[in-house]
């Protein structure tokens, strides 16, 4: 039985290794070789230049979504994990769904909920916290004219009644 744990536990850990990217390089690593690494990406948006922006979320479990960046010469130009303070304050009053999504990447859609009564669209993702702690953080849309209203994060444990464990070594 020992065996079969330890199989079973050096599988999920291999199966885990293209979780965040390592091992590409920017200007070296292709767009097949991103694919290969790190599995189909859920979004993809076409860049003028002949590019291409890819996400890869990592939820709802996960903390992170990665943004891979492909040049027009199909290279590698970035990978960046976007679930973090940084890329938050990006969204801003009055952006489109649209705007936020190639910021973030898709919101968890089980977490996704349509308030009639504000007339509020709410995405919601997981990342960890500059506390280590598991937290949320939201982007508020006008049902109407599908903008950004606001945004607001708050830990998880805010939520539960036993808090939920840290994040363990994420990154922000």
Known sequence: M?????LIFALV?????????RGLKPGVSSRE???????????RWQEPDGGQLLAFPR?????????????????????QAVLNT?????IREGMTEEQV??????STP?????????????WEWRFCNAWNEPSRFDVLFDGTTKRVR?????????TMLVPPPPCGNQTQ
């Open 101 to 106: 999504l190639r910021i973030l990447g898709p």
């Open 33 to 43: 070789d991103v694919i290969q690494l790190m599995g189909e990406p859920a979004m």
């Open 110 to 122: 089980q977490w996704t909920v349509f308030f009639d009564r504000q007339n509020e669209l709410v």
């Open 86 to 90: 940084k890329h938050f304050a990006l």
């Open 59 to 79: 939820g709802p479990a996960g903390f992170n979504t990665y943004m891979v960046t492909i040049a027009g010469n199909g290279l590698m130009s970035s990978l």
């Open 13 to 21: 850990i291999a199966g885990c290794a293209s979780y965040d990217g």
């Open 150 to 158: 606001t945004t607001q994060s708050y830990p998880e444990s805010m």
């Open 2 to 6: 020992k065996t079969l744990i330890t």
